[in-house]
Structures are given as structure tokens and as C-alpha cells.
């Protein structure tokens, strides 16, 4: 059973860093991607960030271009978006996505930036 599971989520003041986890269980963990996206208020889901199965190829969104690192470790079977110099526009639920035979999506973790 593919299973995504998100932590880390929570309130930041502008300017502020957060780490977001993603445990992923059920598949072979270092075969598939991994993808970030979130969804702010009022918004459609966007993606955030995204890396290959070995982690060489990586990609952001222009929005956090610079200031967002994704990676992963494959030995954990855990996925990571390090958020820095956050702002308010990224507040949103954060999701973990992978696709195993089909679209799989974590529960999500809200992150909210307010000062």
C-alpha cells in the first residue's frame, strides 16, 4: 500500500525557514520521483518542486526559484523541501506527490507565513 506521509508544516514569519518531510512507504521508494506542490487560499494546486529518482535532475517552480531546495534520501525512503526566505504568498497546503501505478498524494501540511 503506497503511503505519503507530511511533516514539518506550520506558522513562520516572512523571511523565516521551514524543512518539510515526506515518508514514503509501500513501493520501491528509489525508483520514482518525488514532487512538491502546494495549494494556496483560493488557488489551484501548483507544482513546487520536483526530483528524479536518483536525485540528478531537479526542478522549481520560478516562484521559489533560489529559495527552496528539494532533495532526497533514498536510503530513508524520505523526501525533503527545505524552505527558506519564505513569504506570505507561500502559504498554502503543502503536498507530497509521487506516481506509483497512478497519482499518489500525501495528506498534506499546512504552512502559513504571517507575521
Known amino acids: 500500500q503506497v503511503q505519503l506521509e507530511e511533516r514539518g508544516g506550520g506558522l513562520v514569519q516572512p523571511g523565516g525557514s521551514l524543512r518539510l518531510s515526506c515518508a514514503a512507504s509501500?513501493?520501491?521508494?528509489?525508483?520514482?520521483?518525488m514532487r512538491w506542490y502546494r495549494q494556496g487560499p483560493g488557488k489551484e494546486r501548483e507544482l513546487v518542486a520536483g526530483i528524479s529518482d536518483s536525485g540528478d535532475n531537479i526542478y522549481y517552480a520560478p516562484s521559489v526559484k533560489g529559495r527552496f531546495r528539494i532533495s532526497r534520501d533514498n536510503d530513508r525512503s524520505m523526501a525533503y523541501l527545505q524552505m527558506n526566505s519564505l513569504k506570505p504568498e507561500d502559504t498554502a497546503i503543502y503536498y507530497c506527490?509521487?506516481?506509483?501505478?497512478?497519482?499518489?498524494w500525501g495528506w498534506g501540511t499546512q504552512v502559513t507565513v504571517a507575521s
Open positions: 509501500g513501493f520501491l521508494f528509489n525508483s520514482y520521483i
Open positions: 506527490y509521487t506516481y506509483v501505478r497512478g497519482d499518489r
